[in-house]
């Protein structure tokens, strides 16, 4: 069967959950996917089942059929594949009216593999499914549609029109994805995508959430539209996920999604043929008119930020060379050092104080309670460093807004160092996504919950990376997220001035060079030696007397910093400080002479 010719003329019901429905009806833990193989008569009757129940769409029993899940090589998984669609193939061979489709589930991060190999196997297991004659594909659970989409993109190049491709994504009752994106920001903007058909979400929340988000969502485009929830939500007995079977109530509440616009609908999680023959018997299939229009989310004007420290408090853009002044919050609960130096700052004319986010893996103070702290304790403006390592998405909503009500509107947002290898058998990064990830979180947030007064943020500079395209392209990609501002690496040779004065040329971003007076040989050798991205050259270590004094140590420091400020002032837009153990006083001796 067709099945956009099928969608002209109705609406198309779905199988529903076959994970569950396996472990419920099998009273098994097993992994449903490993059936295809162990137990091919099961997955036959479940789809069976789903058919004889009215099911005109049915899916592969390939959600969890990759690498990672299955923890199998390539060629295990194609075996586990080729075998699914085997067994639905002669489950639907006699049936006309029935869609046949490939379903491909989210693969789970795996620390240090590269995101082109996960989507080079999104695009092999597509593959499979068109090279064995299936002409739907359906990316189901995601969180966004971000990392899928280059690779729907490469499969319309490859493989043309003809694929029907459907894409849902899991959001939870509250209309966000685990990313922390709103769902109606990512129905848009996968109604902007040429390359997908059908758009919707399935999974996380049952249908009567479902319904709500559903009135939110602006259905002036031209996808189809998808609805697939939960059967309600589990509850745990005798150590199994179990889930409330209310198939009338399921049914009713479907053809409220299928009268708010939804033209593919059926259960996941913890629906049974049961509520699939229900819908077929009960629901209104006679398909809404579509409307053939383009969505388009360009031209669309974002807020920009006219109150962070990047500002006057008229909202007028600073036009001097910026000033940021790095301190470390202290690894005890002890801050009297820190506000010490808070304290000398406090009239050194600065724009911005900012402070780590744990670097290198080791707990410090939180940098958000540290900020807020020294920003009612001197008034300076403060900006936490914010990083992806400690935190989910509802974590870093939940800390931009306790942020905001304490007075913070500034933040510079890194992907993090991760834990050190010592303590990671006890302590786990998060990591659910990257800068770039989270710049687009808090973009989202200026446009809802902070539209009155927008959220300041910028991100890092990694001059001294050995491909720096990649961290131009980097750079743009962040700028496209809102990123207004960019702290660097600290710079100590003409090098890495140049890398940046490049940067500078092919983005336009606004720059806070990264100034560190070492105050000593010893402490070069260590920055040179055990931090990771400061770039100390042996030059630099040699300028430094072997048993000098600590005045001779800070006035090497200062000399050097005084020259980088020097070499970058045609292109800076301002400094970043960050001085060893905290030693402010220095500001005040490097800035003297220097117009800023």
């Not at 006699?94 to 490939?102: P, Q």
């Not at 479907?254 to 259960?267: E, R």
């Not at 470390?328 to 406090?346: G, K, T, V």
């Not at 540290?370 to 974590?395: F, Q, W, Y």
Request: proline share 5%; net charge negative.
């Amino acid at each position: 069967m067709n099945i956009r010719t099928y969608l002209k003329e109705h609406k198309l019901i779905t199988d529903g959950a076959f994970g569950t429905y396996y472990s419920e009806k099998y009273h098994t833990d097993e992994m449903p996917e490993y059936a295809n193989l162990l137990h091919p008569e099961r997955v036959k009757e479940i789809h069976s089942s789903y058919i004889k129940a009215g099911a005109h769409l049915l899916r592969t029993n390939t959600f969890a059929c990759n690498t990672v899940a299955l923890q199998k090589d390539w060629s295990a998984v194609q075996q586990h594949i080729l075998a699914a669609v085997q067994i639905a193939k002669e489950v639907t061979g006699h049936e006309d009216e029935i869609v046949l489709a490939g379903d491909i589930g989210p693969i789970a991060f795996e620390p240090g593999r590269p995101l082109s190999q996960v989507q080079e196997e999104y695009y092999q297991i597509a593959s499979l499914f068109l090279n064995e004659g299936l002409t739907v594909l359906t990316f189901e659970t995601f969180p966004d549609a971000e990392i899928i989409t280059p690779v729907i993109d490469r499969i319309r190049s490859e493989w043309g029109t003809d694929p029907f491709i459907m894409v849902q994504l899991c959001i939870n009752q509250f209309g966000y994805s685990t990313t922390g994106f709103r769902a109606s920001k990512l129905f848009a903007s996968m109604a902007e995508s040429e390359t997908i058909d059908a758009i919707g979400f399935n999974c996380g929340i049952g249908p009567a959430h479902m319904e709500q988000i559903f009135k939110d969502l602006n259905q002036n485009h031209n996808k189809y539209v998808i609805a697939i929830p939960n059967g309600g939500y589990p509850t745990m007995i005798r150590n199994r996920i179990v889930f409330a079977n209310q198939p009338d109530y399921f049914a009713a509440k479907m053809s409220d999604l299928a009268n708010l616009g939804a033209d593919i609908i059926g259960g996941c999680c913890g629906t049974t043929p049961e509520c699939i023959q229900i819908m077929t018997e009960t629901i209104d299939l006679t398909p809404k008119k579509r409307i053939p229009v383009t969505v388009s989310l360009e031209g669309q004007s974002l807020p920009t930020s006219k109150h962070g420290f990047l500002y006057h408090e008229n909202g007028q853009r600073k036009e001097h060379k910026l000033i940021a002044v790095e301190l470390a919050p202290p690894l005890n609960a002890e801050d009297s050092r820190i506000l010490a130096a808070a304290r000398i700052l406090e009239h050194a004319g600065i724009d911005v104080l900012t402070f780590p986010d744990s670097p290198s893996g080791r707990t410090r103070i939180d940098s958000v309670l540290m900020a807020s702290k020294i920003h009612h304790e001197t008034g300076l403006r403060v900006m936490p460093h914010i990083c992806c390592r400690d935190k989910n998405a509802i974590a870093m909503r939940s800390l931009f807004l306790g942020a905001k009500i304490n007075d913070i509107e500034d933040f510079l947002i890194i992907t993090g160092d991760p834990v050190p290898s010592t303590n990671r058998q006890s302590v786990k990064s998060v990591f659910d996504f990257d800068s770039v990830r989270l710049m687009k979180i808090l973009q989202e947030m200026n446009e809802d919950v902070f539209a009155d007064k927008p959220m300041c943020y910028g991100g890092s500079i990694n001059q001294g990376r050995r491909n720096l395209d990649v961290e131009i392209n980097r750079i743009k990609k962040k700028m496209e997220a809102g990123a207004e501002f960019f702290l660097t690496q600290p710079i100590f040779t003409k090098d890495s001035a140049d890398c940046l004065r490049r940067i500078k040329e092919q983005t336009g971003a606004r720059i806070l060079c990264g100034i560190m007076p070492l105050i000593s040989r010893r402490n070069a050798m260590f920055m040179m030696n055990e931090i990771a991205g400061v770039q100390v050259t042996d030059d630099v270590i040699a300028r430094y007397p072997e048993h000098g004094t600590k005045a001779a140590g800070e006035a090497v420091g200062i000399a050097l910093a005084k020259e980088m400020i020097e070499s970058t002032a045609d292109f800076a837009d301002g400094y970043y400080f960050s001085f060893p153990f905290n030693r402010v006083y220095l500001l005040e001796q490097i800035l003297q002479g220097i117009h800023l």
